[in-house]
């Protein structure tokens, strides 16, 4: 169980989170969605505990970061360390031993190369190798699918279908609509920093035509396409 209370998050005069209340079960997962700038990364970023805020967060588990995983929408590596170096790194970490990295490694990376090396899909796929790894019962995904390639996608999906069944409570953000749609119990729909709807499965469907109408309405005739 995570409980957010009067979350708030500012950066200078932006106010990115706006007394936002919020209440994730465990086991359950949670599609995260909203337009550019409507408070998601920040959102993941105060849970992680990465930022600070005002309000408070309240788990469930105890020592929950060593609990949880975050992937970052674009994740950061130190310009010299290799792939299996950090694989390593975030497992010892966690105290993880004996793990068969070359067998573990689904995504057919070149491990033995500097990770800064890597391109976006590359170091994303690497970020939630890591993660995947340390056994976390929580996981945050920022933009899971963004920059790797259809292959990868196909597989990152059956990844959190598996991890759903086993019942870890999973927090995700996609501009996918139809992959959140297979994987979520819910939706949290964020607009401007609030929490503009919080659903169940059953008005999936109602939230997509609602986001299509307002975000595309007659936009597209305004550009006189010939």
Same mark, same amino acid.
């Given at each position: 169980?995570?409980?957010?209370?009067?979350?708030?998050?500012?950066?200078?005069?932006?106010?990115?989170?706006?007394?936002?209340?919020?209440?994730?079960?465990?086991?359950?997962?949670?599609?995260?969605?909203?337009?550019n700038?409507?408070?998601k990364?920040?959102?993941?970023?105060?849970?992680?505990?990465?930022?600070?805020?005002?309000?408070s967060?309240?788990?469930?588990?105890?020592?929950?970061?060593?609990?949880?995983?975050?992937?970052?929408?674009?994740?950061?590596?130190?310009?010299l360390?290799t792939?299996?170096?950090? &694989?390593? &790194?975030?497992?010892?970490?966690?105290k993880?031993?004996?793990?068969?990295?070359?067998?573990?490694?689904?995504?057919?990376?070149?491990?033995?190369?500097?990770?800064?090396?890597?391109?976006?899909g590359?170091k994303?796929? &690497?970020?939630?190798?890591?993660?995947?790894?340390?056994k976390?019962?929580?996981?945050?995904?920022?933009?899971?699918?963004?920059?790797?390639?259809?292959?990868?996608?196909?597989l990152?999906?059956?990844?959190?279908?598996?991890?759903?069944?086993?019942?870890k409570?999973?927090?995700?953000?996609?501009h996918?609509?139809?992959?959140?749609?297979?994987?979520?119990?819910?939706?949290?729909? &964020?607009?401007?920093?609030?929490?503009?709807?919080?659903?169940?499965?059953?008005?999936?469907?109602?939230?997509?035509?609602?986001?299509?109408?307002?975000?595309?309405?007659?936009?597209?005739?305004?550009?006189?396409?010939?």
């Amino acid at each position: 169980m995570i409980d957010i209370k009067n979350l708030n998050k500012t950066y200078g005069y932006v106010h990115a989170l706006r007394d936002l209340n919020l209440h994730l079960k465990d086991g359950f997962v949670y599609g995260v969605i909203g337009s550019n700038g409507a408070g998601k990364t920040t959102l993941f970023e105060c849970i992680a505990g990465l930022i600070n805020y005002s309000g408070s967060i309240e788990f469930k588990i105890k020592n929950i970061k060593n609990q949880m995983g975050f992937l970052h929408t674009e994740p950061y590596f130190p310009s010299l360390i290799t792939g299996r170096e950090y &694989l390593q &790194l975030i497992c010892n970490a966690r105290k993880l031993k004996s793990i068969d990295f070359d067998d573990a490694n689904i995504f057919e990376l070149p491990l033995n190369r500097f990770a800064s090396t890597y391109s976006t899909g590359m170091k994303k796929k &690497l970020a939630l190798t890591g993660i995947l790894l340390q056994k976390n019962q929580i996981f945050i995904l920022d933009e899971p699918y963004t920059g790797i390639d259809v292959q990868s996608n196909m597989l990152v999906t059956e990844i959190l279908l598996r991890l759903k069944a086993m019942h870890k409570t999973m927090l995700i953000s996609s501009h996918i609509l139809s992959t959140l749609t297979e994987l979520c119990d819910y939706y949290v729909v &964020l607009k401007d920093g609030r929490i503009d709807k919080n659903v169940t499965k059953e008005a999936f469907q109602d939230i997509e035509k609602e986001m299509r109408l307002s975000e595309i309405g007659n936009k597209i005739e305004k550009l006189k396409l010939e």
